[in-house]
């Protein structure tokens, strides 16, 4: 796996992660070093905080190429506000400068109705890459 594939990469603490040691629930940070042999991965808050996690615990936002034509197929059924955020996130990725990212990932852990359609866990993205890169 290559670990520097993930450096800088903008991740959420579960909102809803139970017995945070660093107490970041819904917090955003900046992965600094993935450990794939322990599934550890560390992050950077703003302040100069620094904590680890397992990968399961983290959340990013999906990739715009799936986000987006997801949106599109399923717009009927979502309720409006939720489609809005979902769009916004879509165009804030459309921007792709470090503060958009973060705007965006900052209205997926607001709206727990779109978490599904908007975020995925971190861990899903090491596997993917693990089975790739074997």
Do not use: C
């Not at 879509?90 to 470090?98: A, E, H, I, K």
Request: proline share 4%; net charge negative.
């Amino acid at each position: 796996m290559m670990n520097n594939e993930l450096l800088g990469t903008l991740a959420l603490v579960r909102p809803d992660m139970e017995n945070d040691p660093a107490h970041k629930q819904g917090s955003i940070g900046i992965i600094t070093y993935v450990d794939p042999t322990e599934d550890q991965v560390y992050l950077s808050f703003k302040g100069g905080e620094e904590a680890r996690y397992p990968a399961a615990e983290l959340l990013r936002l999906k990739d715009r190429e799936k986000l987006f034509p997801d949106l599109m197929k399923n717009a009927a059924q979502l309720d409006v506000n939720d489609f809005k955020d979902l769009y916004k996130i879509s165009s804030l990725q459309d921007m792709g400068r470090g503060e958009d990212l973060w705007q965006a990932l900052e209205i997926a852990r607001d709206n727990p109705n779109i978490w599904e359609g908007g975020l995925e866990a971190l861990d899903a993205g090491l596997s993917k890459r693990q089975a790739v890169s074997r």
